[in-house]
């Protein structure tokens, strides 16, 4: 009885107690076995359904196009999906169990990924035999409010990379082909209005007047193409002048001016006194502050106020603009200048 008890509490829930005696000891025997046989049914039962469940957790995680690594809290590694295993260019069975650091040690990527640098988002890596990109996310595995493990989550950003750069070259072309038909538009306009080839009516006039100004609206907007595809290939040529404050303000205001008004929404200027001339690209100085009020414009409610504040601070000028409309959620603002966020 005694050997039978050492046994279930060591969880060999197949011992059993054979007695031939019809009395109290054949008794608990038949008890004993009872219970034995119910634990060890329970055991195989929850065994299976863990097991099941192990087993479909797994699978979800290794359909994942994305590279997930799981840690326990001390920086054991559980487990590697097949995404990191050929990311990492680990076996998940060679490094279960071992601590990440180690690991790190004989593999730089995994240094990198353990690394807490909330400004390094976006990794390079060479995966799929090409140049890949990466966004890393650590999640915080928690039980009861208590962090016991971190799951790190590589998504494969390479598609959205090829289709950017794609879109820019495409821009640019696009763009710098227009501009010689444009500027031969133009300059077709303007012999038109040359009395030497002849007199014009007062509506041809008008009709050319209109053409030249459409023209000039087009090339304003090819060389603003341009301008995209050179911030986003990191090739933008900044132009860096003596200007007015007042003057940016005052062209930033007049281009939103027709959006504003459709809404009903007024556009309260407030500019600070004597303020002194900056020192920088008036036209994309520009261009950042029509962006900043196109937003505002399109997140506030019709009837609503926009405040346009230009002040001296310190040795700098200061532009802001505040807008009443439902704002962004705290939580996303940490992201909003990600790349395809």
Known sequence: MSEG???????????????????????????????????????????????????????????????????DNKKNILFLNEVAEKILGLKEADIMNKYAPDVALKNDLMRTLLQEDPQRKELKIYADNKESYFNKDVLNVTDNNVVIGKVIVLRN??????????????????SHELKTPISSI????????DERIGALSDEQKELIASIREDV????????????????????IQLKYQ?????????????????????????????????LPAINADAEKT??????FLTNAIKYSQGNSVIEVDVQ???????FTVTDHGKGIEKKYLPKIFDRYF
């Open 5 to 71: 008890i050492t046994e279930i509490a060591n969880k060999n829930y197949s011992k059993r107690i054979y007695l031939e005696q019809q009395d109290e000891f054949g008794d608990l025997a038949e008890a004993f076995n009872t219970m034995a046989e119910k634990l060890d049914e329970y055991e195989n039962s929850n065994l299976a359904q863990l097991k099941f469940e192990k087993s479909r957790i797994e699978t979800i995680i290794n359909q994942m196009k994305d590279g997930i690594v799981g840690l």
């Open 157 to 174: 950003i390479t598609p959205f990379h090829e289709l950017n750069e794609a879109k820019t070259n495409f821009i640019a072309t696009v």
């Open 186 to 193: 133009k300059m077709s306009a303007q012999l038109l209005t």
């Open 216 to 235: 000039g609206r087009l090339l304003k907007i090819t060389g603003e193409l341009l301008n995209m595809t050179q911030v986003e290939t990191g090739n």
């Open 242 to 274: 003596h200007t007015a404050p007042e003057k940016i303000i005052d062209q930033a205001i007049r281009t939103v001016k027709m959006q504003a008004q459709q809404k009903e929404i007024d556009l309260r200027l407030t500019i600070g006194n004597n």
């Open 286 to 291: 520009t261009w950042v502050l029509i962006n």
């Open 312 to 318: 001296q601070k310190e040795n700098q000028t200061a």
